[in-house]
């Protein structure tokens, strides 16, 4: 298994609160993803970065920030969470070389 | 719009049975597509492929796309309860383009 761990794993939280979820690699791959899963959507990019502070947005950004201060952490920052971003947070990571991504275990959210 | 659609959308078979899994795309000037399973967690690589008519296997998968017709599919034979999992495949333009996924159920 590729070394990405994320954390938390299970959070519940109340709308309008933020949350900030973490994924951590020790690949050292250049490239990290955010998607969230959600029933008869698969998978959406939230955010993706390319390196040390080269973030950009994905198809589903609106209500998320992302930081990259180090190679091996991305974080995904909720500033208010809403009801509509209950979901499975999944972060990935790949080399500029190879397409393929490899996948962290998720967090599980839950915003009530 | 980049579009990936997976067929059929679930699916339930017995154990020993053949599935075969859709994926087809409305994407120009993609690099390869990958399909990966994914059980109760992460989802898992299984195959990337780039060149058309080319079959890539592994054990009782395999897959083939077809650049032409803007599909591919993945067959697994003789099934057994621990294909059951979601099936996702996405086309690499830049970023990944997933489709919606196909649940396979095998029953014993």
């Known amino acids: 298994d590729a070394g990405i761990t994320q954390s938390p794993r299970h959070k519940v939280t109340e709308t309008g609160t933020p949350v900030t979820l973490r994924c951590h690699q020790t690949?050292?791959?250049?490239?990290m993803y955010w998607y969230r899963q959600d029933p008869g959507h698969g998978l959406r990019l939230i955010h993706y970065?390319?390196?040390?502070?080269?973030?950009d947005k994905g198809e589903v950004s609106d209500g998320y920030s992302v930081s990259r201060s180090k190679t091996e952490d991305f974080l995904l920052t909720l500033e208010s969470a809403t009801s509509s971003q209950t979901s499975v947070y999944f972060c990935a990571i790949s080399e500029p070389r190879t397409e393929t991504q490899y996948f962290g275990p998720g967090t599980r959210l839950l915003v009530l | 719009e980049d579009k990936v659609v997976q067929s059929p959308l679930s699916l339930v078979v017995h154990e020993g049975d053949t599935v075969t899994l859709n994926c087809s795309y409305e994407v120009t000037n993609f690099r390869s597509l990958l399909w990966y399973k994914q059980e109760k967690k992460a989802p898992t690589f299984l195959f990337m492929l780039?060149?058309?008519?080319i079959e890539k296997k592994s054990g009782r998968l395999s897959s083939i796309l077809d650049k032409k017709e803007l599909f591919s599919i993945l067959n697994i034979t003789a099934t057994q309860t621990g294909d059951s999992a979601i099936y996702l495949c996405a086309v690499v333009k830049g970023k990944l383009i997933f489709g919606q996924g196909t649940t396979l159920q095998v029953k014993p």
């Open positions: 970065s390319y390196g040390v502070k080269d973030t």
């Open positions: 780039t060149s058309s008519g």
């Open positions: 690949e050292n791959h250049r490239y």
